[in-house]
């Protein structure tokens, strides 16, 4: 963007530009001007300004036909289907019309008596017309940049009569005031004149308005020439009205008489944007300083509206689909999870609209699709995005035959209406779209591109042996499928640049496709394929529930296994095709299509990519990143002092490292409230009894330049600084006590230094009368003072009453493990003297234990009942988070150099969570296996402690021979009842490792 007015726009002088623009816009506020006002108004956008420069300023086609017309003789001009001037420039299009309309006409002539005269005037009408459309070809054809649907808009929009208040006549532009609007593009000027381009989406080139100081009148908000030469700079956005002529140079001008402001601009924009991040991360900058990537993403709503209107031409319905899945398919892809709060319920982001499409083929439609957003957690390339937007669709009584041939046709007219030719550029060679594209069968297709007899290697050892010849790394837990997969991606796609269609692929890779008929070990699938990736799929769609039960339930297996992109086994879709599906085929292509095309990556092509926030943006080295504290404790220092030190070190801490220790600043409540965050990185708090070892701790730490607060007792003694750095200043450091130390940096570093130190716990356990002081009117946890084989107990009703739709119960004590810590609740009955009430979740919110019942008929405050829990599950959340924290202790034992982040103990994928990272995180599964069932197999007992934290109580769990752990989950009384434990998978992302485990039954 060019600049004047010597502002320098680089981002180190934004601050000091952005406080003269501010005083700017107070100097407008003063004129008692609204710097952004509410109304504004335009006649025209400034592409059809130019164009009417063009049209009618320069040639005057429409004059030219007018005036032709009104010599014809009526009847002929009426005949002749000749009234409108704008349906012969029309005409200019449509040569086949002008055909019709001449013989109606000539038929016409010959019923008439005077036919010789009019012939003669019809010759010459028809030579003049003749002349003046192929000069409008001519004009309309040097218009680069626009399309004929663009022409004739502008054309269109020239010979209505009015606008829709009725106020402006188009074709009399230049007997009239007319009003234009946008953003100043430039300005430039001398003391009487100034020269502005202005741009607004239409016309990013710039039109000018030329403003005379003798001329431009403060009128109302107007501006006066002088003010708005002081006040309006580059980037306002303006409203002027004035006459259309051309200024002395020959340049097409609006001559302003009124001009206001309808936005100031207070930040200034960058000359631009060389950094891919910040060009990502500001998109909207890179918007405004770059047309063309504006009109990018006008070829893009182009792309989508022309597949939108084959698909509804041809017989096609578009319905939504559900975003919110309890079991997700169609795809393999690893979905996103979110949680419903009402409904208090994990739910999957679809990965396709593929299985409820073909349950509304079930219900009895027979051509439908949708364009929606798919959400698929996998890495980040120039494919690739977790959200992003597909076109979809079924057709019933259709196979992949018909497919092949009708997406042909539907990719081709997207090409075409997207991009206005059929020839596209791909790494200096020109593809040509519009040819008919071959079709090649999968295994002929790895052969004939990569040289590899594929369908030879029958077996998996077979694919595995071939896979490492070629040097492609593949997860120990790959299939066949997957195998299959990675070596036609890896060495046959990457080579087609033509367009082709792959048909017949394998069964392995199609747990959703029809079996061919004439070989069971191939389906009815095709995917367009050039440019090296894959553009567009589809398929005969099986609608066997058999087979397809049988495909889901390998899915299932490969998944179980470890393959987290392996489908899901969706037993309501087999239940679905039981009902019966007829015939159907289905096909599908994504925003990748249109990105490919264009040869960006598909971020560039994205508005508004997902990104890391700036908070996070050291990324990988934060995640890594722990802080210990270790605390002095003796008898002598009481609980608060210990505590008091502690906050002061965390404290210490943020002040010295500060705001980058944020994910995010902060996050805001369903109602909008707002929320601040804490820091996302781990503080574990230790214990030692010796001031001198904190000293040799805190020399240790800045010699390896990690960040360290410390906190004496001469900080405890004083809060006036001036005397604590005294108290300091007549001691030697040996003799100065030390209360605390903190220590922040990475995982390794943190954890050798201070692995001789124990986890800090209060003094002493508390007193049965303390801990019934503390539960007086809320619930005494049973659960946490006693092991987890007690199942019953009688309580006392506190409260009764009704939270967001759902009934509970309060009591003075229970059973029941609230969900919490990882771990789900318990599930079980209580029962009063007239009823039992199931408790399908118990929750602890604020404060209180609520029972969620399914009814409370019966039952009142006081009321004494009987408490059960579903022993079974309990017992299998206690191996399922017992094993999670021996999965802890398997990790220290192999020195992993990953800290301990949090769990999830549910039965559905439980799994733990590390901060830091692995190479290769897969090679480690049989080495934890090992570590883990080893432990298990010590029968080690576990013990309780509980100690007094603050007031209410905690709990301390050991298992024998190993440090101790804060914990108030369930777990089993000896380690032999876990069973057998198995780390299905290890992930490693983004600074965050990602043990999944199952335990089973010895």
Known sequence: MNQSNNQNTSYSSVDTQRKLRIEKMKKLQKLGINPFPSFSKRDFNLEFVTFWFDFVHKNDFPGRIWDMQNNLDARLEFQSEAVLANLIVHQAFAEDSLDEAEE??????????????????????IQVRRSIIKEIKEFLDSKEGYNDTQKLDLIDEYFQEADFAGEHKPALIKEQEVTLAGMIKTKRGSGKITFVSVEDMSYPQGFQFL?????????????????FKSIVEEGDYVQATGRLDYSQSGEPSLFVKNIKVLTKSIRPLPDQLEDVEQKYRHRYIDMKLNPEVRQMFVQKSRFWSATREFMINNGFLEVSMPTLEETTGGAEAEPFVTHHNALDQDFYLRISSELHQKRMIVGGFEKIFDIDKNFRNEGIDDEHLQEYTQMEFYWAYADYNDLIDY???????????????????????????????????????????????????????KLQNLATSLGLEYEESAGKGRLIDLIYKKTARPKCIEPVWLIDLPIEVSPLAKRKADNPELTERMQLIAY????????????????????????????????????MLDRDYVQALEIGMPPTAGFAYSERLFSVLLGKPIRETTPFPLMRSE????????????????????????????????????????????????????????????????????????QTDSSAKILELKRKAEELGLSVATFTKDMLDSSDDSKVMEAHAIKNIEDIEFRGVLVFGKIKAVK?????????????????????????????????????????????????????GSDYIILDQTVFYPQGGGQPSDVGVIKSDSNEYNVTKCQKIDGKVYHFVDSLEGVGVNDKVEVSINAELRKLHARIHTAGHIIDEAVKNLNLDIEADKGYHFPQGPYVQYIGELENPSDYINDLNTEINKIVNKDSKISYQLFQKSVEPERLMTVEGYKPCHCGGTHVQNLNEIGKVNIRKIKSKKGLVKVSYEVLDN
């Open 752 to 804: 050798e230094l201070t692995k001789e130190f124990e986890l800090w716990s209060s003094s002493g356990a508390p007193t049965k009368n303390e801990i019934s002081e503390f539960y007086s009117g809320s619930t005494r946890l049973l659960s946490l003072e006693d092991n987890t084989y007690l199942y019953n107990c009688e309580a006392n009703v506190l409260e009764v009453g009704n939270l967001e």
């Open 615 to 686: 908070e996070n943006k050291v990324g990988k080295e934060k995640e890594t990143q722990v802080a210990h504290s270790i605390l002095l404790k003796n008898e002598d220092i009481q609980l608060w002092e210990q505590i008091n030190a502690a906050s002061h070190l965390s404290a210490a801490f943020a002040a010295r490292v500060g705001q980058s220790l944020f994910f995010s600043n902060s996050s805001r409540s369903q109602d909008g409230e707002q929320i601040l965050m804490n820091i996302q990185n781990a503080i574990v708090i230790k």
């Open 211 to 227: 403003l005379k100081v003798d001329e431009v009148k403060a009128e109302g908000d107007s501006l006066s020439y002088l003010d």
């Open 407 to 461: 997406c042909e046709e539907l990719t081709k007219y997207v090409i075409g209406e997207t991009f206005g030719t059929m020839e596209l550029e791909h790494d200096g060679k020109t593809v040509d779209w519009s040819k008919k594209w071959d079709r090649i069968q999968y295994y002929d297709f790895v052969e004939k591109y990569a040289g590899i007899k594929l369908a030879e290697y029958d077996t998996l050892e």
């Open 532 to 567: 090296g990736s894959e553009l567009s799929n589809g398929f005969s769609e099986l609608n066997d529930p058999v087979d397809q039960l049988e495909r889901f339930q390998e899915q299932q297996r490969l998944r179980e296994a470890g393959d987290g992109e392996a489908m």
């Open 104 to 125: 109606y006409t000539k038929e016409w002539i010959d019923s008439q008596e005077d036919s010789a005269i009019l012939y003669q005037n019809f010759e010459q009408y």
